[in-house]
């Protein structure tokens, strides 16, 4: 655990996302008391004040991520609003039966919230990593998503989703992070520059390297922190505006969001790329920065992608 601390910043005076997680949830769980927190060891020791404090509303249930999501389905039926919480590859992945039955089929909500999303601590292996977890939570009904590409959009977007009535909302937590934090009110795409010759969409913690790609080229680049439900309405009217060739740049799974783009741009003629995180399985798993660039996510793979599609 010393090691996954250290990745994180834990004990280190740094402000990443997941730290301000446990800042937030921590002062809302003593201004909420409709709100339960169940843990799988994964952040405890952040959350042990919490913990003394409400004893019947913060539980740790040990290494045992299908009996977190069972736990929070299980509080979700007597009226609390439960927050699960561990890395996206035990959360969403390992016990998806759970997600699908405790929270679509007995029709409650709750908040599930991430971390080390899809490569994120490289030294966990493969274990760690959850490329697919957006991909997989598609096919069930009515789930709301979030991915915060700063600290301050974490805790925006945190805040929203605990006081979601019932609805079902992950937020995906990232150790990456762009270098200021964008507005999310309204939870739709917001025009970051404005172009003539194709739209770029960043989604999260890639803005600021889709920036970098596209520095000095005609295109329009939206930005989204909230990718469920998709926006079909602004992707509409900026390929109207800036043609209609789109370029999906996300920070999980290649083409997670292409289905949604081509639905939203039906009645438009219009070609997509969806760029993200490949499906072969990197077995040097390196620094975060290594697999960024073998996914070709870094600016110079972004612009060469991004220029040979759009031919700017």
Do not use: C
């Not at 913690?205 to 079909?232: E, S």
């Not at 789109?246 to 799974?253: D, S």
């Amino acid at each position: 655990m010393q090691d996954e601390k250290q990745e994180y910043g834990e004990g280190t005076g740094m402000d990443t996302m997941r730290e301000r997680f446990v800042t937030v949830t921590s002062r809302l769980l003593d201004e909420d008391p409709r709100l339960a927190l169940v843990l799988a060891e994964i952040s405890m020791d952040g959350f042990r004040p919490a913990r003394q404090r409400h004893p019947d509303r913060v539980l740790n249930v040990g290494i045992r991520e299908q009996l977190l999501v069972g736990v929070g389905g299980g509080l979700a039926l007597t009226g609390l609003r439960p927050v699960m919480h561990t890395f996206a590859s035990f959360l969403v992945e390992r016990p998806f039966e759970q997600v699908k039955l405790d929270f679509g089929h007995q029709g409650t909500g709750g908040v599930l919230v991430s971390a080390s999303a899809s490569y994120d601590w490289p030294a966990g292996g493969y274990t760690h990593m959850a490329p697919g977890d957006v991909a997989l939570l598609d096919t069930l009904d009515g789930w709301t998503v979030h991915v915060p590409g700063h600290p301050d959009e974490a805790e925006a977007l945190l805040r929203h989703a605990y006081a979601a009535g019932d609805d079902k909302v992950y937020v995906r937590l990232s150790q990456l992070s762009n270098a200021a934090a964008r507005p999310v009110g309204g939870l739709g795409l917001r025009t970051v520059r404005e172009g003539t010759r194709g739209v770029v969409v960043a989604m999260g913690p890639t803005l600021d390297d889709v920036l970098a790609a596209t520095t000095g080229l005609d295109v329009t680049v939206l930005y989204a922190a909230t990718v469920r439900p998709f926006d079909d309405a602004s992707l509409r009217a900026a390929a109207r505006r800036a043609g209609a060739d789109v370029v999906l740049v996300e920070p999980y799974l290649a083409g997670t969001s292409t289905a949604a783009a081509n639905d939203a741009l039906a009645e438009v003629p219009h070609r997509v790329l969806g760029l993200g995180v490949g499906r072969a399985e990197l077995r040097r798993y390196g620094t975060v920065e290594e697999h960024t660039a073998a996914h070709g996510l870094d600016p110079a793979g972004l612009r060469q992608r991004i220029t040979a599609f759009l031919d700017v």
